[in-house]
């Protein structure tokens, strides 16, 4: 089965750059999104098709694609960002979700 | 604005059934889209379960589909989570949310999700 990894946990110090990579075989053929979820709370979108941004989510979060791994970037992180975060893509009929990465900001 | 809302009991007995209802509001769903269904166990990661458009077509992830049936009822906006023979490994918090699938199996991201409901499977 198709899988998408990603680190387990990222630290970060707030205003600094924080970078979540996401990889899988032939994910550069396909397209990737990523989701913001913090405890006790639904996930929410910050990413879709690699680089878009859903309106509301900061320009801080930006996405981008190299190869076969896609990369969530925050600029200038924030305490408030601190959260959960996944990867998320397709792959024959089905959908697969990355491992999760535990973004640290202290 | 599109808003879900996802009801059914807190607590199964396995080898049960886990029963789910997700409530739209905001948008009818015999208009478009697809709509699925996500969970998260505790302490671990998401987890696609299926999703269904208006016309009734579905797509399953393929290690639940022999125990999955997700509907839509259209009269009452709502689609529908059934999950057969039930156990501990299936206690989660489960989501329904709107599946902008563009190419199946290419594109498609989940946007807006419901609150979550905690389905906890035990005897």
């Known amino acids: 089965s198709y899988e998408l990894t990603q680190p387990h946990s990222v630290s970060v110090s707030p205003g600094q750059t924080a970078s979540i990579t996401c990889s899988g075989d032939?994910?550069?053929?396909?397209?990737a999104c990523w989701y913001q979820q913090k405890p006790g709370q639904s996930p929410v979108l910050v990413i879709y098709e690699n680089t878009k941004r859903p309106s509301g989510i900061p320009e801080r979060f930006s996405g981008s694609i190299s190869g076969n791994t896609a990369t969530l970037t925050i600029s200038g992180t924030r305490t408030m960002d601190e959260a959960d975060y996944f990867c998320?893509?397709?792959?024959?009929?089905?959908?697969?979700f990355g491992g999760g990465t535990k973004l640290t900001v202290l | 604005q599109v808003q879900l809302q996802e009801s059914g009991p807190g607590l199964v007995k396995p080898p049960g059934t886990l029963s789910l209802t997700c409530t739209v509001s905001g948008y009818s769903i015999r208009n478009g889209y697809w709509w699925g269904w996500v969970r998260r166990p505790p302490g671990k990661g998401l987890e696609w379960i299926g999703s269904?458009?208006?016309?009734?077509?579905?797509y399953y992830n393929p290690s639940l589909k022999s125990r999955v049936t997700i509907l839509l009822d259209t009269s009452k906006n709502q689609i529908s989570l059934r999950l057969r023979s039930v156990t501990a490994a299936d206690t989660a918090v489960y989501f329904c949310?709107?599946?902008?699938?563009?190419?199946?199996?290419?594109?498609?991201?989940?946007?807006?999700w419901g609150q979550g409901t905690l389905v906890t499977v035990s005897s």
């Open positions: 998320q893509a397709g792959d024959s009929s089905a959908v697969v």
């Open positions: 949310a709107r599946d902008v699938l563009q190419q199946m199996g290419v594109n498609n991201w989940f946007d807006p």
């Open positions: 269904i458009y208006n016309s009734g077509r579905t």
């Open positions: 032939k994910l550069g053929d396909r397209y």
